[in-house]
């Protein structure tokens, strides 16, 4: 059952009974919405908080929001925010104005008289509001019918409709004479006989027409009441009259004429095929769209229609990458290779001139074979003159055209990102020109966007390519790589590392200059460059895959090798994250649950019988019992506890007493257990270790350590036959008076003090104390003190009985053993990826070629594998240990060099484990 009102809920409806007794309206104090209560007071305050009535009905669906959460409006919505709106209508909109907002509130015959369809009450008045009222006060005047009422034609009202001709209904359709008006006596018609239908079984025809009983104020003029006095002349109807344009009353119209007819008389030019189109239906010369005239004004060779075509281009290719494609316009990709191929023009002075023919590009120096490719072309570019030189001052007819061509760039760039057109382009041998010519342009800053475009095009496009050590575009990119630019490098070892990647044979990449490859094992110690460290390694790996390329490097630089494993090792562990995965060697100690329910003390007795049944029962749940979904209790223990208790003060019956468990707890639930013999249990609930108050303060517990019912004096000298007091105190200095005054049994004074001087024999039996657990000879002031101090511990000792608290059964929690490891990054797959994985797949292909040459070496010399593995043997176990997600991987890397020393006879074991860690 709930509870009681709070104080201040009380005081609100007292206040607002008053209000309405003296406004004179009804009131209810506790209204209902389908049956459940709504309290005022809260409904109040959460329609305040949204700004008040009118704003809350001025917005749509808002009351509804308010039901819900009232918890209303599960089943029938509309209904229930309308008797929840209509509560806050006739009870509180009233005293919203007057006592929230400070005004006068409009009076109960347009307010709480009325329904709460509609808002902004605030503003209603007596002269702006309508009452709206009955058919009848609207049709009466003094209780005369009003005079106009009797020229209005009735509306027809057909509750009946008419059955259609020839159809098969059983009973004819009859019309009821009609109701007279209400002020109006019943005077039947005599004229009238009540036609007879006969029944027409099978005849086909249509059934006859009801006969209509009309008024005897009918016009008919066969109608014995029709009188000429009625008769009312047809209303005359208005002429329109048009004036006569003559040239005193419009000059200006015959001058017109005159000026067409001198038009018409002078000789017409034939029509273009657009005019004598124009009036034609469904005709309209729209033109081409944007695609085409783009592809058209990049063939066209004009200034400005190229401009536009590479300005809308730019956007079209950016924002429509995804369907625009070369195969859907034939000639696009020649026309923008074209166009970017102009850059020679403005760097060399040389303008390209492309030719399909087989032999084109063999003699002549500025024609390109577009359909083999030109031959060549990489040696003519060195020898090239370079026409604009790198001062910062340029023409403005320059900076145009060089804006225009990195335009033409950029729309290839932004195309190829959609790997059809990627796909498509690779098929041209005109493009691989383009990247020879385009990747050979002089080092100047002028070039960095055009070049960096082209880079972007390689990219994309080398994938599909299988290039020779020797291939023109290939010497181009490595030349690339000795660049300072952060941009040309990153993007020419992407395209280098993506060569033959679509390619069913592997790429083999050779002829790489050793000083490059010192270039890129430097770019590895770029800690804050992950973009670039990757794209080295990637390059590394290739690189390191190839026997004839370690080879190289171990007889010629080989300190290179010495440098770069070291830091291939200390990569392993790049943004690793450090975890632990405990292992639980021992489950937590749980306390045996207390199957007691405890007797409430005196003064807590007292303050529970100043409540009313059933509020004291709910009390009484809530001070000796708690929430345990797992625990039960018998329904015939906890009801005789509580009679036991409460028996000389009319306790509730054991029905509600039952139910009203269920209410008081949220997880407790009646149930009967089947079997030879049924158990009535309450499910969900069990006896509080430590008793609480009424405000939910824990009490305090006597463990004073007792004889049992069973035992003897001495028993209770020892854990056998001994239990604790069990009492409970509401304060501390109680706890203490309790035990000087019952167990040690101190005398009292004459003033109600205890004789601290008084001398006697004590034993201190207080759960857990060893320090005075035999009997000594002492001063009573003295045991009191002591006893003080398991007073002030008394929350420790009822642990030490029974652990204390809601849920909290764990003595002592549960024992896990915290294994630590890393991980580094991953894919979608879970399949190690980025700078580790790449820094172990460079390690491993080391190894393997490491071990390849000592091999071939003689037995007396050095290990190599030692001589270049020995420094970060360590490390690389550290790493085998605790790195969880290269584990496969270093265990095939820490496999090849145990073997290969164990072959040798050198040492490659594991180091020492301690306890701090690996030594």
Request: aromatic letters at 8%.
């Given at each position: 059952?709930?509870?009681?009102?709070?104080?201040?809920?009380?005081?609100?409806?007292?206040?607002?009974?008053?209000?309405?007794?003296?406004?004179?309206?009804?009131?209810?104090?506790?209204?209902?919405?389908?049956?459940r209560?709504?309290?005022?007071?809260?409904?109040?305050?959460?329609?305040?908080?949204?700004?008040?009535?009118d704003?809350?009905?001025?917005?749509?669906?808002?009351?509804?929001?308010?039901?819900?959460?009232?918890?209303?409006?599960?089943h029938?919505?509309?209904?229930?925010?309308?008797?929840?709106?209509?509560?806050?209508y006739?009870?509180?909109?009233?005293y919203?104005?007057?006592?929230?907002?400070?005004?006068?509130?409009?009076?109960?015959?347009?307010?709480?008289?009325?329904?709460?369809?509609?808002?902004?009450?605030?503003?209603?008045?007596?002269?702006?509001?309508?009452?709206?009222?009955?058919?009848?006060?609207?049709?009466?005047?003094?209780?005369?019918?009003?005079?106009?009422?009797?020229?209005?034609?009735?509306?027809?009202?057909?509750?009946?409709?008419?059955?259609?001709?020839?159809?098969?209904?059983?009973?004819?359709?009859?019309?009821?004479?009609q109701?007279?008006?209400?002020?109006?006596?019943?005077?039947p018609?005599?004229?009238?006989?009540r036609?007879?239908?006969?029944r027409?079984?099978?005849?086909?025809?249509?059934?006859?027409?009801?006969q209509?009983?009309q008024?005897?104020?009918?016009?008919?003029?066969?109608?014995?009441?029709?009188?000429?006095?009625?008769?009312?002349?047809?209303?005359?109807?208005?002429?329109?009259?048009?004036?006569?344009?003559?040239?005193?009353?419009?000059?200006?119209?015959?001058?017109?004429?005159?000026?067409?007819?001198?038009?018409?008389?002078?000789?017409?030019?034939?029509?273009?095929?657009?005019?004598?189109?124009?009036?034609?239906?469904?005709?309209?010369?729209?033109?081409?769209?944007?695609?085409?005239?783009?592809?058209?004004?990049?063939?066209?060779?004009?200034?400005?229609?190229?401009?536009?075509?590479?300005?809308?281009?730019?956007?079209?290719?950016?924002?429509?990458?995804?369907?625009?494609?070369?195969?859907?316009?034939?000639?696009?990709?020649?026309?923008?290779?074209?166009k970017?191929?102009?850059?020679?023009?403005?760097?060399?002075?040389?303008?390209?001139?492309?030719?399909?023919?087989?032999?084109?590009?063999?003699?002549?120096?500025?024609?390109?074979?577009?359909?083999?490719?030109?031959?060549?072309?990489?040696?003519?570019?060195?020898?090239?003159?370079?026409?604009?030189?790198?001062?910062?001052?340029?023409?403005?007819?320059?900076?145009?055209?060089?804006?225009?061509?990195?335009?033409?760039?950029?729309?290839?760039?932004?195309?190829?990102?959609?790997?059809?057109?990627?796909f498509?382009?690779?098929?041209?041998?005109?493009?691989?020109?383009?990247?020879?010519?385009?990747?050979?342009?002089?080092?100047?800053?002028?070039?960095?966007?055009?070049?960096?475009?082209?880079?972007?095009i390689?990219?994309?496009?080398?994938?599909?390519?299988?290039?020779?050590?020797?291939?023109?575009?290939y010497?181009?990119?490595?030349?690339?790589?000795?660049?300072?630019?952060?941009?040309?490098?990153?993007?020419?070892?992407?395209?280098?590392?993506?060569?033959?990647?679509?390619?069913?044979?592997?790429?083999?990449l050779?002829?790489?200059?050793?000083p490059?490859?010192?270039?890129?094992?430097?770019?590895?110690?770029?800690?804050?460059?992950?973009?670039?460290?990757?794209?080295?390694?990637?390059?590394?790996?290739?690189?390191?895959?190839?026997?004839?390329?370690?080879?190289?490097?171990?007889?010629?630089?080989?300190?290179?090798?010495?440098?770069?494993?070291?830091?291939?090792?200390?990569?392993?562990?790049?943004?690793?994250?450090?975890?632990?995965?405990?292992?639980?060697?021992?489950?937590?100690?749980?306390?045996?649950?207390?199957?007691?329910?405890?007797?409430?003390?005196?003064?807590?007795?007292n303050?529970?019988?100043?409540?009313?049944?059933?509020?004291?029962?709910?009390?009484?749940?809530?001070?000796?019992?708690?929430?345990?979904?797992?625990?039960?209790?018998?329904?015939?223990?906890?009801?005789?506890?509580?009679?036991?208790?409460?028996?000389?003060?009319?306790?509730?019956?054991?029905?509600?007493?039952?139910?009203?468990?269920?209410?008081?707890?949220?997880?407790?639930?009646?149930?009967?257990?089947?079997?030879?013999?049924?158990?009535?249990?309450?499910?969900?609930?069990?006896?509080?270790?430590?008793?609480?108050?009424?405000?939910?303060?824990?009490?305090?517990q006597?463990?004073?350590?007792?004889?049992?019912?069973?035992?003897?004096?001495?028993?209770?000298?020892?854990?056998?036959?001994?239990?604790?007091?069990?009492?409970?105190?509401?304060?501390?200095?109680?706890?203490?008076?309790?035990?000087?005054?019952?167990?040690?049994?101190?005398?009292?004074?004459?003033?109600?003090?205890?004789?601290?001087?008084?001398?006697?024999?004590?034993?201190?039996?207080?759960?857990?104390?060893?320090?005075?657990?035999?009997?000594?000879?002492?001063?009573?002031?003295?045991?009191?003190?002591?006893?003080?101090?398991?007073?002030?511990?008394?929350?420790?000792a009822?642990?030490?009985?029974?652990?204390?608290?809601?849920?909290?059964?764990?003595?002592?929690?549960?024992?896990?053993v915290?294994?630590?490891?890393?991980?580094?990054?991953?894919?979608?797959?879970?399949?190690?990826?980025?700078?580790?994985?790449?820094?172990?797949?460079?390690?491993?292909?080391?190894?393997?070629?490491?071990?390849?040459?000592?091999?071939?070496?003689?037995?007396?010399?050095?290990?190599?594998?030692?001589?270049?593995?020995?420094?970060?043997?360590?490390?690389?176990?550290?790493?085998?240990?605790?790195?969880?997600?290269?584990?496969?991987?270093?265990?095939?890397?820490?496999?090849?060099?145990?073997?290969?020393?164990?072959?040798?006879?050198?040492?490659?074991?594991?180091?020492?484990?301690?306890?701090?860690?690996?030594?």
């Open positions: 059952m709930a509870p009681p009102p709070r104080t201040e809920e009380e005081a609100f409806l007292d206040q607002l009974a008053t209000f309405h007794e003296e406004r004179g309206t009804a009131f209810d104090r506790e209204p209902k919405v389908s049956g209560p709504v309290k005022l007071l809260d409904l109040y305050k959460t329609v305040l908080r949204e700004g008040g009535y704003v809350l009905s001025a917005e749509r669906m808002r009351w509804r929001q308010l039901a819900k959460e009232f918890g209303l409006g599960h029938h919505e509309a209904a229930m925010t309308f008797q929840l709106k209509t509560i806050y006739k009870y509180l909109t009233a919203e104005i007057k006592y929230h907002w400070g005004e006068e509130p409009p009076p109960p015959e347009i307010l709480e008289n009325l329904t709460a369809k509609g808002g902004d009450v605030r503003k209603r008045t007596l002269d702006n509001f309508n009452v709206p009222g009955s058919r009848e006060t609207g049709l009466l005047v003094d209780g005369v019918e009003s005079a106009e009422d009797e020229q209005k034609t009735p509306r027809t009202k057909n509750t009946i409709e008419a059955e259609e001709a020839g159809s098969g209904g059983r009973y004819p359709t009859r019309q009821l004479r109701d007279p008006k209400r002020t109006q006596l019943f005077q018609d005599l004229g009238s006989t036609r007879m239908f006969s027409a079984t099978n005849s086909p025809q249509a059934s006859p027409t009801p209509q009983h008024q005897s104020s009918s016009i008919d003029p066969r109608n014995t009441n029709f009188t000429l006095d009625k008769y009312q002349p047809r209303q005359p109807m208005a002429m329109a009259l048009r004036p006569v344009v003559t040239p005193g009353n419009n000059a200006e119209i015959f001058r017109q004429r005159v000026a067409a007819a001198r038009a018409n008389a002078f000789p017409k030019s034939a029509l273009e095929p657009q005019q004598a189109l124009k009036h034609v239906p469904g005709v309209v010369m729209r033109g081409p769209n944007i695609y085409i005239r783009c592809l058209y004004g990049l063939r066209s060779e004009i200034r400005e229609e190229q401009e536009f075509a590479l300005h809308h281009l730019v956007k079209v290719s950016f924002e429509r990458g995804d369907k625009y494609k070369f195969e859907g316009f034939p000639q696009l990709a020649e026309s923008l290779l074209e970017a191929l102009e850059i020679s023009t403005l760097i060399h002075g040389i303008k390209w001139t492309i030719s399909y023919e087989e032999d084109a590009g063999l003699q002549d120096g500025d024609v390109l074979n577009g359909s083999f490719g030109t031959e060549g072309l990489y040696e003519r570019l060195q020898n090239l003159p370079v026409l604009a030189d790198t001062d910062f001052l340029e023409p403005a007819e320059f900076s145009h055209k060089l804006v225009k061509l990195n335009e033409a760039a950029l729309v290839i760039r932004n195309m190829l990102m959609l790997e059809e057109n990627a498509f382009l690779s098929k041209f041998s005109l493009l691989r020109d383009f990247l020879i010519i385009a990747l050979n342009l002089p080092q100047q800053e002028r070039l960095v966007e055009y070049r960096q475009y082209v880079l972007d390689a990219e994309q496009i080398t994938k599909f390519w299988e290039l020779e050590p020797t291939s023109p575009v010497l181009s990119l490595l030349k690339n790589l000795a660049s300072e630019d952060r941009g040309v490098v990153l993007s020419s070892a992407r395209a280098i590392a993506r060569i033959g990647m679509e390619s069913p044979r592997p790429n083999r050779t002829n790489i200059p050793l490059t490859i010192r270039t890129l094992a430097s770019y590895l110690l770029l800690d804050s460059d992950d973009e670039i460290m990757l794209a080295s390694l990637d390059l590394l790996y290739q690189y390191t895959a190839l026997p004839e390329n370690m080879t190289l490097m171990l007889t010629s630089e080989s300190t290179i090798l010495r440098h770069i494993i070291p830091r291939l090792v200390s990569l392993l562990l790049h943004n690793a994250q450090a975890q632990e995965f405990k292992l639980k060697v021992k489950e937590a100690q749980r306390a045996t649950p207390s199957t007691t329910i405890p007797v409430v003390p005196d003064e807590l007795y303050q529970l019988l100043l409540h009313l049944e059933p509020d004291r029962s709910t009390k009484w749940l809530r001070c000796c019992f708690e929430e345990a979904p797992n625990e039960d209790i018998t329904q015939i223990a906890i009801w005789q506890a509580y009679q036991g208790r409460f028996q000389s003060n009319g306790p509730i019956p054991a029905a509600d007493f039952i139910k009203n468990v269920s209410v008081t707890f949220s997880t407790a639930q009646a149930q009967v257990i089947n079997g030879t013999n049924p158990r009535f249990i309450i499910k969900g609930i069990r006896p509080r270790r430590v008793l609480v108050n009424t405000k939910g303060e824990p009490l305090h006597c463990l004073w350590q007792v004889a049992s019912q069973s035992g003897n004096e001495q028993s209770a000298q020892s854990s056998v036959g001994s239990q604790p007091c069990g009492l409970w105190q509401s304060s501390s200095k109680d706890l203490w008076k309790h035990m000087v005054k019952d167990h040690l049994s101190i005398p009292l004074m004459g003033d109600g003090k205890f004789n601290a001087t008084a001398q006697g024999s004590y034993q201190c039996r207080w759960l857990g104390c060893t320090k005075h657990a035999n009997t000594i000879e002492t001063s009573a002031r003295v045991a009191g003190l002591h006893v003080r101090l398991h007073v002030n511990n008394s929350s420790k009822t642990d030490l009985y029974t652990a204390a608290g809601k849920f909290n059964d764990v003595i002592q929690d549960d024992e896990f915290c294994h630590p490891y890393v991980t580094t990054l991953q894919d979608e797959k879970s399949t190690p990826a980025g700078i580790p994985y790449m820094a172990v797949l460079v390690l491993k292909n080391l190894a393997r070629h490491i071990i390849r040459q000592q091999q071939n070496s003689q037995v007396g010399e050095i290990s190599v594998v030692e001589d270049l593995f020995g420094e970060v043997k360590e490390q690389l176990w550290h790493n085998f240990i605790l790195h969880k997600t290269l584990r496969y991987e270093l265990d095939h890397l820490m496999s090849m060099l145990y073997k290969a020393n164990g072959e040798r006879g050198s040492n490659f074991d594991h180091p020492r484990v301690s306890d701090g860690g690996i030594s």
